[in-house]
């Protein structure tokens, strides 16, 4: 039986935890497998905020997407995400012993266990998102996050991170923005549009959102490194500025990152005019993205 597409709006930590909870038991069921691989798989997946993974389902909701075809997507963005994390946190990489106030993966495991548990995330989305559930958009949905998550978005991103960190001189803001908004924003905007494609419905709106939101969100991370308390974050904090790398927080300053933060989020609440009271629950979330601690 197909479940109905959910119209009601809620509390955004209501909606996340329910977003959080039906992943987490989706995902325990999908990944159920007995061996080390899914283990790793598993213990990639747990504990995040699951941000993308609400954004799908609520954006979703706006679209009168029924939750089997809108959780496939749902998990598959929180799959890639999770891939991305093992594989950032390598030593090839970003070198971090901590995720989430726990053991990254190549540290329980070792690395070729990290290689491959981010490697099997990353095509278990596809395979996801190949669902007949997924419904007539799939193709579209499909594409648009290999886009987002390869050589034009989110690995392109890393790739322009990982440069930074011996060119010889730091990244000026236009060129921190534009490696954000692929590192960052280009999961980001896919996960808040994916409603919209599921549902065949115009997703200008949610992409205008999801830009600011993005955005915002990164400028949020970089003042948590400096403010961050890492027990709350879950990581290793002020690394940026150990090592000397360009954040919005060192081009603009504290009080001015805050600023276009702020200025950010209403600018994301603002594109989503479109869609009245409806859109409350997204627009708690763009209020969350610059206020959380972790």
Known sequence: MTAAADTQTRPFAEARKDAQDLVTAHMELRLAGNDALHAAMRYAITGGKMLRGFLVLESARLHGVPQDAAIEAALAIECIH??????????????????????????????AMAVLAGDSL???AFELLASPKVGAHALTLIRGLAQSSGKYGMVSGQMLDIAAESAAEPLNLEQITKL????????????????????????????????????????????LDVEGDAAKVGKAVRKDADAGKATFVSLLGLAEAKARAQSLCEDACAALSPYGDDAATLKEAARFVIARDS
């Open 82 to 111: 999770a891939y991305s994390l093992v594989h950032d946190d390598l030593p090839c990489m970003d070198d971090d012993d901590l995720r989430r106030g726990q053991p990254t993966v190549h540290k329980k495991w070792d690395e």
């Open 180 to 223: 954000q908004s692929r590192k960052t924003g280009c999961l980001i905007e896919w996960s808040a549009t994916a409603g919209a494609v599921l549902a065949g419905d115009d997703p200008a709106p949610l992409r205008q959102y999801a830009r600011a939101l993005g955005l915002a969100f990164q400028i949020a991370d970089d003042i």
């Open 122 to 124: 990353q095509t278990f």
